[in-house]
């Protein structure tokens, strides 16, 4: 066996993995290496300003740190981890389902415990490499006004990205052993979303409650967390005395990470060629067993059974929508805590649920109007484009109907009026978000959902500021009914003016 072919898989796989990425940049145009490199650097050069804002402050800091100091860096680093390791398993789980190169690869003569090998090894170095790109100003910032002694973050970093890669390619196979490779696709998208938000809303959540407010630093700083950490000298602080400049802490980290990584490679690598082929399978595979009776539908009904079979497979899209409730809970809570003593407390529950109904709402409305892997098959349909068009568009308004009727019941005993103007919203907000995506829409992959904002700026920022609009007039239409009219009226201006750029309309 010799290293250039191993050197080969491994470009061929940092190849792949730069292609995405480069599509994901570029919205899936073609664009110049060169220029995506120059627009990431403009890109890493301006976040240095919101970094010396967030962190100039702990510059001055030295090995000598105190415990709340300690606390802060140990979580900000917990939370890099997790974030690495959200982002790890959706790159494994990418590399099991949707890689077309399992053919090449089992084809080759080398032996496949050294390809994959390789190929974790190519997955540890692109999560690194984008975790790299996005800590490099917060340590720039760091370093150019404390010291060199921060530039060892760059170290931590690296350990942190080694180790959160070689964890989630353990989880990975784990899910695989224990509930095979077609619930596994679903379950890691999953598990991607709840680790990388799950800290992040969970701190947020814990400051609400203890300090009424969204600040992780407060609640980081408070008496009450410091009276939980451990002794100066343990070494769960290794982490943040590595950051801080102390080489045998960064040097126990990387070789942790590498071992960690290495240790894995020996253990999954035999029995990874067999998992990756039973992932492949899952695609092609059929249900076997009595078949389903054939029942006679019209055409719509047949279109619309389609579309929520396709929402129902699709796991990306339950994934990106249970991310965006997630991050709902915190302004939630915090609205809830400080009006609680209010009797019209409960009011604040209709403009979540209207946003939700929103940004739910557009997801689905560009899978089913977008998001297309056989638009020339439906375009031999027997029925004009404007029927099929009508059929999805009640589907997305189906589904969303389906996904806030539990939540209005329970208000509708509480309040029936408020139910009705919750319900109200969440329609106008769907339909609006719907709208958008109809005036933008471009004909695109389902697998591309999750990078599917890169596809119109003006539509993904009119999207979300919309649904804040029609969120806010469902509030004030319960407290304050004039200022619902302006409030109404501001978000259809916003709509209006969002149907001006549309590119069909220009065209």
């Not at 919205?27 to 650097?41: Q, S």
């Not at 539509?459 to 500021?465: D, I, K, L, R, V």
């Amino acid at each position: 066996m010799s290293a250039a072919t191993l050197a080969g898989f491994a470009r061929h796989d940092v190849r792949l993995a730069w292609r995405d990425f480069a599509a994901m940049m570029s919205a899936g145009r073609r664009a110049r290496a060169r220029t995506i490199v120059l627009a990431l650097i403009v890109f890493a050069a301006i976040l240095h300003l919101p970094a010396w804002a967030m962190v100039g402050g702990y510059a001055g800091l030295t090995q000598d740190a105190d415990r709340a100091s300690l606390i802060v860096i140990t979580a900000t680093v917990a939370l890099g981890w997790l974030l690495m390791l959200s982002q790890a398993i959706e790159s494994v789980t990418r590399v099991f389902y949707a890689r077309a190169d399992l053919d090449l690869i089992m084809s080759s003569p080398v032996p496949l415990e050294r390809v994959f090998s390789v190929r974790m090894g190519a997955i540890a170095l692109t999560v690194t490499a984008m975790a790299l790109l996005f800590a490099a100003p917060v340590i720039d910032v760091l370093a150019l006004g404390g010291g060199a002694h921060w530039l060892g973050a760059f170290g931590v970093v690296a350990a942190v990205g080694i180790s959160a890669s070689a964890m989630a390619i353990l989880l990975a196979v784990a899910l695989f052993r224990l509930i095979g490779p077609r619930r596994t696709r679903l379950a890691a998208q999953i598990m991607s979303v709840v680790i990388g938000a799950g800290f992040v809303i969970g701190l947020q959540v814990a400051a609400i409650l203890s300090t009424g407010t969204l600040s992780r630093f407060t609640l980081l700083t408070s008496d009450a967390v410091a009276a939980w950490a451990p002794a100066m000298s343990s070494v769960l602080w290794w982490p943040a005395r590595a950051v801080l400049g102390d080489g045998i802490a960064l040097a126990a980290l990387l070789g942790a990470s590498l071992a960690l990584l290495g240790l894995v490679m020996i253990v999954v690598a035999p029995m990874l060629g067999d998992l990756v082929v039973n992932a492949a399978s899952v695609a092609v595979t059929t249900r076997k067993g009595r078949g389903t009776p054939f029942r006679g539908r019209s055409r719509q009904q047949a279109l619309r059974i389609k579309e929520f079979v396709l929402l129902r497979r699709d796991p990306w899209l339950v994934s990106q929508s249970l991310l965006q409730l997630l991050y709902l809970i915190p302004p939630a809570l915090l609205l809830w805590r400080s009006f609680s003593d209010s009797s019209s407390a409960v009011v604040l529950i209709t403009p979540v649920i209207v946003m939700a109904a929103g940004q739910l709402a557009g997801g689905l409305a560009w899978l089913t109007i977008s998001g297309e892997d056989a638009p020339d098959l439906v375009a031999t349909a027997p029925l004009p484009a404007s029927a099929v068009m009508r059929a999805r568009i009640e589907v997305v308004l189906m589904v969303i109907a389906i996904v806030v009727t539990p939540l209005l019941l329970p208000l509708a005993w509480l309040s029936p009026r408020q139910a009705l103007v919750t319900a109200a919203g969440c329609a106008i907000a769907a339909a609006s978000a719907t709208a958008i995506q109809l005036w933008f829409r471009v004909q695109a992959r389902r697998s591309q959902f999750r990078r599917r904002q890169t596809s119109s700026r003006i539509a993904t920022f009119a999207e979300a500021f919309v649904s804040i609009g029609w969120a806010a007039t469902a509030a004030l239409a319960l407290t304050i009914p004039l200022f619902a009219l302006i409030s109404a009226a501001f978000t259809l201006g916003m709509l209006a003016l969002t149907s001006m750029f549309s590119p069909r309309r220009a065209a």
